[in-house]
């Protein structure tokens, strides 16, 4: 027997769950699947615990950079109130009622089990059918992943779940993998105390963003005792019961007490039942038109569909979809203009395109750079102000397409490099702006003057 409803959402993450929510607010019956809890990993295991743990994380290196600014100070790191914190404010232990309640308050029927799709509107769960009327929606997320170095699949790694579970503080740390989420939990379990150490076999951290960023962050994280391998893969992985061993291509081998891959993330499409929609992964995530589309009636939002593991991209698309769900107007999707941050110390802001990736599109570019503590805040800031502005101009439109922003509130100055890179304003309009002193942001005016110096 199928159970009737208007929408059925399958996973409810960041993005599913604001679909889900909306349309039930709307006054649409919206059955809403998820395996595990309501909100996903964002606020489980991914955005808000390990915002809490560089929080923490910054605070404890502010106390030790009162010394030689305001006087002295005795920090005594406790990683038991991080613990404690992630546990009973971020995640309720790890239980979502009240966000189950907040989506049945608003008239949504939530369903706990891991649903496949036998057809575009038929969503199997746990021996029960549901035969959507008006649409199926996707956003069944991503999963970590792991590469596949010679025995590491047997040892007891920790991906990003354990590692915003943990209770403790490893004595020491190996993170495999350079990337955001690995350099974000690198930095805060070294603050607490933690020997760690960092392989990447790209040729610098946070491969993505600009070489500058992933050099200047190398630089800080060893001025803070990390031990930085980039350019060297982890050829195999070895636990006695106790120890992890990382064997490298070149190089002495790395032990410690914990292993966390950070390695990237991969759309959670196993069993999902996608062949079942006429549709095959594009590049291992759903395959969505720029209105979000997977097959007519059928609709997938977030880390699922490769655009950008973001919850803010989730978000984003969660809206396209309900407007097209509801039959309003469709803005199409746009990621020209995407924002990301590192929210390491310094942060690190960017948006669209790094210089290389809009030389690769035959960009005619220019580019101008500032550094942080060139500027009168940075100066003053003094402890802790590293960092740089740079911007990506195409030359030809006189427009921004990409720019990055690293050091102190980092994700914050990039607000204002999102807005000229969405809105494509102009360069001599942004040169013709005034910009508030001492600020941060004072820095992109400088990186304006550079821009204007450079040649194309
Ligand atoms: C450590 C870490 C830090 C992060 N920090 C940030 C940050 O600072 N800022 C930021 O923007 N992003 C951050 N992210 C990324 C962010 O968490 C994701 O982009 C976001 O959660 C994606 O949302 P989503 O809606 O795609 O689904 P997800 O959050 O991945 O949730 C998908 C849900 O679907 C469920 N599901 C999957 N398959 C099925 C099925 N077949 N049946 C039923 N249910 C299913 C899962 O149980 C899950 O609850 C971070 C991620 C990690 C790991």
Same mark, same amino acid.
Request: charged share 20%; aromatic share 4%.
């Given at each position: 027997m199928t159970e009737p409803a208007d929408v059925v959402v399958v996973g409810m993450g960041p993005g599913g769950e604001e679909v889900a929510e909306r349309l039930a607010a709307a006054g649409l019956d919206v059955v809403g699947i998820d395996g595990r809890l309501v909100g996903g990993e964002c606020p489980y295991w991914g955005c808000i615990p390990s915002k809490m743990m560089t929080r923490a994380a910054g605070l404890v290196t502010d106390g030790r950079r009162v010394v030689g600014m305001a006087g002295g100070a005795e920090v005594r790191p406790d990683w038991s109130v991080v613990a404690r914190r992630i546990r009973e404010e971020a995640t309720d232990h790890w239980d979502d009622s009240v966000a189950v309640e907040r989506f049945e308050a608003k008239g949504g029927r939530f369903v706990r089990g891991w649903a496949h799709l036998e057809g575009p509107r038929r969503v199997v769960v746990g021996g029960r059918t549901f035969e959507a009327g008006t649409a199926v929606v996707l956003g069944v997320g991503a999963s970590a992943w792991s590469p596949p170095v010679d025995g590491l699949a047997g040892t007891p790694f920790w991906t990003n779940r354990e590692a915003i579970e943990a209770e403790e503080v490893p004595h020491a740390l190996a993170v495999l993998g350079g990337g955001a989420v690995g350099v974000e939990l690198a930095q805060v379990f070294a603050r607490f105390g933690a020997d760690v150490t960092v392989i990447e076999s790209g040729p610098h951290l946070v491969g993505p963003e600009e070489p500058e960023a992933g050099r200047l962050l190398a630089a800080v994280l060893e001025g803070e005792?990390?031990?930085?391998? #980039?350019?060297?893969?982890?050829?195999?992985?070895?636990?006695?019961?106790?120890?992890?061993?990382?064997?490298?291509?070149?190089?002495?081998?790395? #032990?410690?007490?914990?292993?966390?891959?950070?390695?990237?993330?991969?759309?959670?499409?196993?069993?999902?039942?996608?062949?079942?929609?006429? @549709?095959?992964?594009?590049?291992?995530?759903?395959?969505?038109?720029?209105?979000?589309? @997977? @097959?007519?009636?059928?609709?997938?939002?977030?880390? /699922?569909?490769?655009?950008?593991?973001?919850?803010?991209?989730?978000?984003?698309?969660?809206? *396209?979809?309900?407007?097209? +769900?509801?039959?309003?107007?469709?803005?199409?999707?746009?990621?020209? /203009?995407?924002?990301?941050?590192?929210?390491?110390?310094?942060? *690190?802001?960017?948006?669209?395109?790094?210089?290389?990736?809009?030389?690769?599109?035959? *960009?005619?570019?220019?580019?101008?750079?500032?550094?942080?503590?060139?500027?009168?805040?940075?100066? +003053?800031?003094?402890?802790?102000?590293?960092?740089?502005?740079?911007? @990506?101009?195409?030359?030809?439109?006189?427009?921004?397409?990409?720019?990055?922003?690293?050091?102190?509130?980092?994700?914050?100055?990039?607000?204002?490099?999102?807005? /000229?890179?969405? /809105?494509?304003?102009?360069?001599?309009?942004?040169?013709?702006?005034?910009?508030?002193?001492?600020?941060?942001?004072?820095?992109?005016?400088?990186?304006?003057?550079?821009?204007?110096?450079?040649?194309?």
């Open positions: 005792g990390v031990t930085v391998r #980039t350019g060297v893969a982890a050829r195999s992985v070895r636990h006695d019961g106790h120890r992890f061993s990382v064997e490298l291509a070149e190089g002495r081998p790395v #032990t410690a007490d914990r292993l966390l891959v950070a390695t990237g993330r991969r759309p959670a499409l196993d069993g999902l039942g996608l062949a079942s929609l006429g @549709v095959e992964p594009t590049g291992g995530a759903v395959p969505v038109d720029d209105h979000l589309r @997977v @097959v007519d009636g059928v609709w997938a939002v977030g880390d /699922a569909t490769g655009k950008g593991g973001f919850t803010h991209v989730a978000m984003y698309q969660a809206a *396209i979809v309900v407007d097209g +769900i509801l039959g309003r107007p469709v803005v199409p999707a746009d990621y020209r /203009a995407l924002p990301r941050v590192t929210f390491t110390d310094p942060e *690190i802001g960017s948006v669209g395109l790094s210089e290389r990736a809009a030389r690769e599109l035959g *960009i005619e570019v220019r580019t101008g750079t500032a550094e942080v503590p060139a500027s009168s805040r940075g100066w +003053i800031h003094k402890a802790g102000n590293r960092g740089f502005v740079k911007l @990506v101009e195409d030359h030809r439109r006189g427009v921004l397409v990409g720019a990055t922003s690293m050091g102190p509130c980092g994700g914050e100055v990039l607000g204002l490099l999102t807005l /000229a890179v969405h /809105a494509q304003v102009p360069t001599r309009s942004l040169r013709t702006m005034m910009f508030a002193y001492p600020t941060f942001h004072r820095a992109v005016e400088a990186a304006l003057d550079d821009l204007d110096d450079a040649p194309a």
